[in-house]
């Protein structure tokens, strides 16, 4: 029976994908929308009946195999088609079914416009089944199985509307530069393999327990390897730049991939593998770094971007930097915590952004919208929840979480006190660009022209933002920190961190007196509302202000304004000089190598010819070359 | 089941088919002809004991007897696969072209498949050289007289290039037959013969004996794979060559060089292969990345894809020489999965071309709007040669690197950059041809371009075998895997047992 | 001193004895007045020549040294002068379809080119140098005059004039050679000169100065390096089927004496590292002009010359090895590489003189002013797309020119394979390598022709030349066609009996062998 449910959950949305992919071209929204909707809540419903019986049974037994059939057969590899379910994937699968379900419906009436939604939603469905593979896959090969396809989808979708080339362009590069990140994994899980002699993840993991830990060798390259491949897939530092241009896509795909799901895989991938990442402190201090300068540079960029998913994009970018800070410390479950919940707030977010755009008709740029409060009230109340989430007003999921990741970055032995100085600082920026964005759109006075008359979505859009918001509100309640609950609310067990006990371990933090703790949560709390005021002052009250500090820090203002250049940057540092070369090579390869051929050739004729001029049909110059052959042959007859 | 039978099976074809009055009835005849060879090789595999790493099927007559060359025939995991990729890519070209082309065309390809059938199946190393020989008649014809504007020159360089390498090899194997008279006795070009000498190896110079064998012949099949630095015949070749030649050159030809190292190189040298192994390993990392990036900047599609074959060959050779199992059973898949999509890409093209009448790249753009089948199906066979897991692509390249991560991990290092590099040519040209804008070349809606239903029928079998090839890898390996360990585990002292003639 | 002829021994001479009544017939008949049909006189000589196969193998006797030990007969020698009497046959069959061969003086032409057979066996039988000498002149001497009649362009006259000239320099060296030996070993019965070769040990350099003039002079003949300059403009000149019987029987006659003589040890005297080394250079530079000189040719019967040089330099390597080694690899695959460099050559000079009359006949159609006689040159371009108009003909072009360039499944493969398995036995490499490389570059020439015969640009079909066969005598044109096809199918077929003629060819290179020790 349980192995029913469990092919079940990847039943339903392949069946979806291929419904939907052989009636490719109908134009019926509705038709196609429900099935591919209907088939993420069967999948979503088989992941819950398979879960609910986890709370009655203790943590140890938690967990259900299935395996299909033998991929790759070798004396020293075996690599089965085969799938686990415990607490970690689980938990990944209800929010990638529970949101993914919510975006699809949603995306019924965004799509309403579109000639193709059948194939749109058949690469949804098909998502869907290679996010699930990657999450359930119980070793590393099958979980790149589903990273590659997850990137795979990624592309066909943000070049969904491939008659605009520069759409295509925004899917290639995000292709290319995750296929940069799989390269990486791929290394990464070479050097696992090496080193642990199989991939299945529960026997890694027991080989890890009694391996140990290493300032420096094969086992961290592997494991910085592996990072590089996490930080391709989640866009963190290097590799990040491919997310703002994956804003080309669809705006339901951009909250499904570019902000709930897949770039949260490579938090997972590393949760998942926390047992080895543990072995190698020095690596899980670069994630950390590399965490918090993702967090401010993106949070830095956002504060003047205009366009409203290019701010939700960074933010993203920069939340993620905060799950890489959490990993980055050892808290690996609260990283989970921070993932569940960014995925309500952000996934709201970003179809709250998708319902404007809609009723605007296409108009990202927030120069050109403001109170819109009155026109879209359900939107703007459930943006509202949101906006509170991520800045981390208390009680609300992000304070919670956020919180968690603040302390444990202070309190845990790999953390340190500038490590939670730069992530409050960061929190301060968040609250400001969002409050930015809240009262440019929502607040501050009409900016639109008349003839755009901004209307509230239909009850697909509505429903989708109504549960997310009521979400994003409550789902801090999953892993309230022990601080709060032991004062407050009278004990509510900390849910998420039992579960997640065995799997993803946090690391044991420093007594700290319950003061401390205090102070630390109100610091954060007291420097996010001051940010949030500065910003409500700077867009509300006095909007001449923002123009007059820009002109002050001129260079700054358009230094964050233009991203820093990193495109450009990469551009001339990678891409330009790869063409050059690429060029001269193939210049070379036809002038040099293909002309030896040639030059050799025109030697042999040359020879040829010389020889033909010998032959000249003189009698008396062949009597002579005789003379002379029948003396030299003599000569060296008498020499020798 | 006698592979005699297997392999003159298309001579008996075409010599029917001048018994045949109409011409009609003789394309029938030519197509029932390549019907019945795929036939009888489907028959093979099914008859084929997957236990055993021994020669099946034997066939042993006395040829030239006085200096050892017999008539010897059999087939093993190692060249059960490429009989039957033979015999179904020359299915699929009768079942695209029989009604098309005139008679000496299919009757080329007829022959071409007999020499390549003869090739893979011959154990005598001169009856090997003679189809290796042979294979290359037809295809200088194919590609001379049905080419494109420079075919002449395209084919005498395909014809010079090889058969330079080729006469050597014969030097080669005289030479070996030599060995074997100073140590066995008399002279004998049987291959299990030749695997029982042990040919004085001296590690430092290049002049001992087996260093230098090894070398002439792994050039002789480096021009055929191709190679880095003898690879400039391929593009040309690809240019000028029709769709059905360039998927024989594509699919088969290039096979025919790595079955080469496979059957002779490795066992019959493997101290020099040992010591001088990681040459050709840095010629096939350099391969890889000095072809994908040539790749990038290519204007015309066949060129692109000519190259994008010489970066996968750069895998196969990594493959060979990394002596692991999974280096070992990586190349093997690998030959077979590049011959089914470089196949598949080179028909696409074809079709396109014969429409479009141009390759240039610029030419073209917003294809997909147009002509929807014909994308979806270009992009499976481009993740395909992105090696995009659960396509035939990823299986080899997967099971390459691991090997030569195996090896030495910075060989690795290198390597995988194939794989950013593989994908980036391919979504450039996949960019440029179905994206953006339609272009003006095909702006009215006249000219229909989409495929119609015989070619859809072939790209879709192409598809599934690239993702039944992807998925159950298995199924296709389960032929191979023995001999590949007997391959892998002795390698100093590698023989072959004979099966009893059974049945 | 037996000087009366016991009979046996005539009975041995009854073929040349054949020969030379069927070569007189005509021209006798033609004295007297009356002029036979020359039908008749064809088919009377074509007798004769079958005669005398059949009593060369009739009367054919084991290692008898005959008229006062003058002639030597053993097997390879039969076989040989069978094998050019072959040649003679189907030469002949190509000449009579020849309209400009039969026009006039006909009688003269076929007495000549049997005397120059004659000549031939002679040097093959001889056992005595000076009678080989004689054979070669008296051969010589009638391809000279025929030549001369063959064509009355200049061309001919100006070919025949230098193969004089130059040829009667070269049997002086021969002659002056002759000398040489005869002064240091006191004889010249070649029986002898094998038993003197063995036991002075410390050989006079006078004895291998006159071995090496001798070589020098057959060289001239088979066109090795420094005098192979007469035989292009030789070939132009003479008439296609003639030069088809000379390039092949004079190569065949003219190496199984190399190879008579390389037997003689010479290589194991002191001298025999130098010799050596001159003959190596010499196979290795005839190789390269060979292969490189036709590389700009655009006239096929230039090409098949300079391919017939470079297929000497092949034959010379088997003849350096034969010298240098004692087991009878090298004998037996220099006779298989004749064999099939006969049966090639011949085919291939067959068909182009059959394309010529071709020619011949379109050139009379469309202004038939042009005289009679006018030999049309054949161009490669001509050749275009003859595959669809006349399919057998140029198949077997093909094929021909595929055993020419040494391709497998023909017959040249396997003899070029056992040239280079017998060079590789005695570790001569970097001849063989020499030899790839010049087949290498031989493969643009040969591939020449192929190309333009198969390339079919429809809309120029009408514009083909060779459309129509010519009308003359439709019953000896067809035989021609067929005798084409008949030794195109050998050179594709023998291939796969090699087993066979290598069994036979060795047994009886052993026979000369054991002979010699």
Request: hydrophobic share 55%; charged share 10%.
């Amino acid at each position: 029976m349980q192995n029913l449910f469990f092919s079940l959950i990847f039943i339903f949305p392949l069946a979806g994908f291929f419904i939907n992919a052989i009636r490719w071209n109908s134009k019926k929204v509705q038709l196609s929308g429900f099935i591919a909707s209907g088939a993420a809540l069967g999948s979503f419903v088989s992941a819950l009946v398979l879960l609910l019986p986890f709370l009655s049974q203790d943590a140890s037994e938690r967990i259900i195999n299935i395996y299909f059939f033998n991929w790759l057969e070798f004396e020293f590899l075996s690599v089965p088609f085969g799938f686990v379910l415990d607490s970690l994937s689980g938990i990944m699968t209800l929010v990638i079914t529970g949101v993914g379900t919510l975006i699809h419906i949603f995306s019924i009436s965004y799509m309403s416009g579109d000639d193709r939604p059948a194939k749109y939603f058949s690469y949804l469905n098909f998502f869907l089944f290679n996010m699930l593979i990657l999450v359930l896959a119980d070793n590393l090969l099958l979980t790149f199985v589903g990273w590659e396809g997850v990137g795979l989808c990624s592309y066909l979708l943000i070049g969904f509307w491939f008659s605009d080339i520069q759409k295509a362009k925004a899917g290639m590069k995000a292709f290319i530069v995750n296929r940069i990140g799989d390269a990486g994994f791929l290394l990464g899980l070479f050097g696992l393999f090496s080193i642990f002699g199989s991939l299945n993840y529960a026997e890694i993991s027991v080989a890890a327990a009694n391996t140990s830990p290493e300032t420096w060798g094969v086992l961290s390259l592997a494991c910085l390897f592996l990072f590089i491949g996490a930080a391709g897939k989640s866009a963190q530092i290097p590799l990040f730049v491919w997310l703002p241009d994956a804003m080309a896509g669809p705006t339901p795909v951009s909250a499904l991939i570019h902000a709930a799901t897949m770039v949260t895989s490579g938090i997972y991938l590393i949760v998942r593998l926390s047992s080895v990442f543990i072995l190698v402190p020095n690596i899980l201090h670069i994630i950390a770094t590399v965490g918090v300068i993702t967090m401010l540079l993106a949070a830095s960029i956002a504060i003047t971007q205009k366009d409203i998913k290019k701010v939700l994009a960074y933010s993203t970018v920069s939340q993620l930097g905060y799950m890489f800070i959490a990993v980055g410390v050892g808290a690996f479950s609260v990283a989970m915590f921070h993932l569940i919940t960014h995925a309500f707030f952000k996934a709201l977010m970003f179809l709250g952004a998708g319902s404007v755009i809609h009723s605007m008709r296409g108009e990202q740029n927030m120069d050109k919208m403001g109170g819109l409060k009155k026109y879209m009230p359900i939107t703007y109340y459930t943006f509202l929840m949101g906006w509170l989430a991520i800045i981390g007003t208390p009680f609300f999921s992000g304070f919670f979480s956020k919180d968690e990741i603040l302390f444990y970055s202070f309190a845990s032995p790999l953390g340190h006190p500038l490590l939670w100085l730069l992530s409050v600082l960061g929190a301060g920026l968040t609250a400001f660009y969002m409050t930015r964005l809240m009262s440019l759109t929502f607040w501050g006075k009409e900016k639109f022209d008349s003839n755009v008359k901004p209307h509230e979505g239909d009850k697909f859009i509505t429903i989708p933002l109504i549960i997310l918001s009521i979400l994003s509100i409550f789902a801090g309640l999953i892993s309230v920190p022990h601080l709060i609950s032991k004062t407050m609310l009278g004990h509510i067990p900390n849910f998420l961190q039992n579960t997640l006990a065995l799997i993803a371990p946090n690391i044991q933090a420093i007594y700290m007196s319950p003061a401390q703790e205090f102070l630390l949560m109100f610091a954060s709390v007291f420097v996010a509302g001051l940010m949030a005021a500065l910003a409500f002052v700077f867009y509300i009250k006095k909007t001449s202000l923002p123009k007059i500090l820009s002109n002050k820090f001129k260079v700054i203002y358009n230094l964050s304004l233009s991203k820093y250049k990193i495109d450009e940057g990469y551009n001339k540092i990678i891409v330009l000089p790869l063409q050059y070369i690429s060029k001269s090579l193939s210049d070379m390869d036809k002038l040099f190598i293909d002309d030896i051929t040639f030059k050799l050739s025109n030697f042999v004729q040359k020879l040829g010819s010389g020889f033909c001029f010998l032959q000249n049909g003189k009698l008396q110059s062949y009597a002579f070359y005789f003379v002379l052959g029948l003396g030299v042959i003599v000569g060296c007859f008498f020499i020798t | 089941m006698s592979l005699s039978l297997l392999i003159f099976f298309p001579l008996i074809g075409i010599f029917l088919s001048f018994f045949v009055p109409s011409l009609y009835g003789k394309r029938i005849v030519l197509f029932s002809t390549a019907v019945i060879e795929f036939l009888l090789s489907v028959k093979l595999l099914f008859a084929f004991n997957t236990q055993t790493a021994a020669l099946q099927f034997v066939e042993k007559q006395e040829w030239i007897s006085s200096f050892g060359i017999s008539y010897f025939l059999g087939v093993d995991g190692l060249s059960i696969g490429l009989v039957l990729l033979t015999s179904f890519l020359t299915l699929l070209i009768f079942i695209y072209s029989w009604k098309k082309r005139e008679l000496s065309f299919l009757s080329a390809f007829l022959i071409l498949e007999l020499a390549l059938m003869g090739s893979f199946l011959s154990i005598d190393a001169i009856l090997f050289y003679i189809f290796f020989e042979i294979s290359l008649l037809p295809m200088y014809f194919i590609v001379g007289l049905w080419g494109g504007e420079r075919k002449i020159y395209a084919s005498y360089k395909l014809l010079i290039y090889t058969l330079a390498g080729s006469l050597f090899m014969l030097l080669g194997i005289i030479y070996m037959m030599n060995l074997t008279k100073l140590e066995l006795g008399n002279f004998s070009s049987n291959l299990l013969d030749w695997y029982k000498l042990d040919i004085p190896f001296i590690a430092g110079t290049l002049f001992s004996t087996q260093s230098l064998l090894f070398f002439i012949f792994s050039i002789a099949f480096a021009i055929k794979i191709p190679l880095f630095p003898l690879h400039t015949w391929l593009p040309d070749a690809h240019v000028e060559a029709p769709t059905e030649g360039s998927m024989m050159l594509a699919g088969l030809m290039l096979k025919l060089g790595v079955y080469g190292f496979f059957r002779f190189v490795l066992p019959i040298f493997p101290e020099a292969s040992q010591y001088w192994g990681w040459l050709f390993i840095f010629i096939g990392v350099l391969g890889i990345i000095y072809a994908s990036l040539i790749a990038m900047v290519q204007t015309d599609i066949k060129k692109l894809i000519a190259y994008s074959s010489i970066a996968h060959m750069g895998y196969v050779i990594i493959g060979l020489f990394s002596f692991n199992i999974f280096g070992l059973t990586g190349a093997y898949y690998q030959m077979l999965a590049h011959g089914i999509t470089s196949s598949a890409l080179f028909f696409m093209v074809g079709l396109i071309y014969y429409k479009t009448k141009t390759r240039q790249i610029k030419d073209y753009g917003g294809l997909a709007s147009v002509a929807p089948y014909f994308s979806i199906l270009f992009f499976i066979f481009t993740c395909a040669s992105m090696a995009v897991p659960l396509t035939s692509g990823f299986v080899g390249e997967f099971l390459i690197l691991i090997g030569a991560f195996k090896l030495s991990p910075i060989i690795a290092y290198f390597a995988v950059l194939g794989v950013i590099l593989g994908a980036s040519y391919m979504l450039i040209l996949y960019k440029k041809v179905f994206f953006g804008k339609i272009s003006t070349l095909y702006k009215d809606t006249s000219l229909n371009l989409d495929l119609c239903l015989k070619e859809k029928y072939i790209l879709v079998i192409l598809a599934v075998v690239v993702f039944s090839m992807g998925i159950f890898p298995q199924i296709f390996l389960k032929y191979s895997n023995i001999s590949l360990q007997h391959l892998n585990k002795n390698y100093q002292n590698y023989n072959l047992s004979l099966e009893q003639e059974n049945k | 001193m037996n000087i009366l002829f016991n009979l046996p021994q005539v009975f041995v001479l009854l073929p040349l004895i054949f020969l030379f009544i069927a070569a007189l017939v005509p021209i006798s008949i033609k004295v007297t007045g009356a002029n036979l049909s020359h039908n008749f006189i064809t088919i009377e000589v074509l007798l004769g020549i079958l005669l005398s196969i059949v009593s060369i193998f009739v009367f054919s006797s084991q290692q008898s040294l005959i008229l006062f030990n003058s002639l030597k007969l053993d097997d390879i020698v039969e076989y040989s002068a069978a094998l050019v009497l072959v040649s003679l046959f189907v030469s002949i069959l190509f000449l009579k379809n020849n309209q400009s061969f039969t026009a006039h003086q006909f009688e003269e032409k076929i007495f000549l080119l049997l005397n120059s057979a004659i000549g031939l066996i002679i040097m093959l039988w001889a056992n005595d140098l000076l009678l080989m000498f004689i054979g070669l002149e008296y051969a010589s001497l009638s391809l000279y005059i025929l030549i001369l009649l063959s064509k009355n362009s200049s061309f001919s006259k100006e070919a025949a004039i230098k193969y004089f000239l130059l040829g009667s320099f070269l049997s002086v060296i021969l002659l002056y050679g002759l000398s040489f030996i005869y002064g240091s070993v006191g004889s010249l019965y070649f029986s002898e000169l094998l038993s003197v070769s063995h036991n002075i040990f410390s050989m006079s350099r006078l004895f291998s100065l006159g071995i090496l003039l001798v070589f020098a002079g057959l060289f001239f003949k088979v066109a090795i390096f420094p005098f192979h300059f007469w035989l292009p403009d030789v070939y132009e000149g003479a008439e296609t089927a003639v030069v088809s019987f000379m390039a092949s029987s004079f190569k065949l006659v003219i190496f199984i004496i190399l190879l008579k003589l390389a037997y003689l040890d010479i290589a194991f005297g002191p001298h025999g590292q130098s010799l050596l080394n001159i003959f190596e250079w010499m196979s290795a530079l005839t190789i390269l002009i060979g292969s490189v000189a036709a590389l700009k040719q655009t006239k096929l019967k230039k090409i098949l010359a300079y391919s017939s040089i470079a297929h000497s330099g092949y034959l010379l390597i088997a003849v350096i090895v034969a010298m240098r080694e004692e087991s009878s690899y090298a004998l037996m695959s220099s006779l298989y590489y004749l064999l099939s460099y006969c049966t090639l050559t011949v085919a291939a000079f067959g068909i182009v003189s059959y394309l010529e009359q071709c020619k011949l006949q379109n050139n009379l159609d469309k202004n038939n002013t042009s005289d009679e006689d006018q030999e049309p040159v054949l161009l490669v371009s001509d050749l275009k797309s003859l595959l669809y108009t006349k399919p057998a003909l140029s198949v077997s072009f093909i094929i021909v020119l595929l055993g020419l360039a040494g391709l497998p499944p023909t017959f040249g493969f396997f003899a070029k394979f056992l040239v280079l398995l017998s060079a590789l036995n005695e570790q001569m490499f970097w001849l063989s390598i020499w030899a790839i490389i010049g087949s290498i570059i031989s493969l643009y020439y040969y591939f020449k022709p192929i190309i333009s015969m198969c390339s079919l640009d429809n809309d120029k079909l009408d514009t083909v030349f060779l459309k129509k066969d010519s009308t003359k005598n439709i019953f000896w044109n067809k035989t021609h066609l067929f005798s084409i096809v008949v030794l195109a199918f050998l050179s594709i077929s023998l291939g796969f009996f090699s087993q066979d003629i290598i069994e036979f060819l060795s047994q009886i290179s052993n026979a000369f062998i054991e002979y010699k020790i």
